[in-house]
């Protein structure tokens, strides 16, 4: 697969940049404008990176790729005990989840977050080279995290039905 590490970059790249899922032969379109690559090799690309799963949405169709979506994975997770000093050789980013909301209130403020703000640390940014993530901008960073970890999804509200003076009050989610 290195041999292939410029098409696997820009692909999950123009996937995160696209809200972390396109058409199959979208996504070939898309990189084929910056990188010369044939329908079946980049087909092998996607079957066969980890960086990708390949959705179908249909029954199998005779034209190539009509049917699948490819979706933008990653491994990477963020770190729970960082703060708690309780994690060395960690393999996971220390970063505040708010952060990756986008809606941390310490952040632009002027009491400072207990969390790290920063993905260029050296830690993170050691992790996101191993990943080959390290040249991917921020906010599709975050997208590709807020799509693969399931410590980011919202709770779920126990007050299923809240008053709407509740649920304004409430973070969590209303099913």
């Not at 970059?9 to 996937?15: E, F, K, P």
């Not at 090799?41 to 980890?50: A, L, P, Q, T």
Request: aromatic share 8%; net charge positive.
């Amino acid at each position: 697969m290195s041999s292939y590490s410029r098409v696997i970059h820009h692909a999950t790249s123009v996937l995160c940049s696209n809200k972390g899922s396109l058409a199959l032969q979208q996504l070939h379109r898309k990189v084929f404008q910056r990188v010369e690559i044939t329908e079946d090799d980049f087909w092998y690309i996607v079957k066969k990176c980890s960086r990708f799963v390949v959705v179908r949405n249909r029954e199998r169709t005779d034209e190539w790729g009509t049917d699948c979506v490819v979706v933008a994975k990653t491994s990477l997770r963020l770190c729970k005990n960082y703060t708690k000093q309780d994690c060395r050789d960690c393999q996971e980013l220390h970063l505040c989840k708010y952060f990756v909301y986008g809606n941390c209130r310490f952040g632009k403020g002027r009491k400072q977050c207990k969390f790290s703000h920063d993905v260029r640390s050296e830690h993170n940014y050691t992790l996101l080279r191993e990943c080959t993530l390290h040249e991917l901008h921020e906010d599709d960073l975050f997208l590709l995290l807020l799509q693969n970890d399931p410590t980011l999804l919202p709770e779920v509200s126990a007050l299923r039905e809240c008053s709407s003076v509740l649920s304004a009050l409430c973070v969590r989610a209303h099913g």
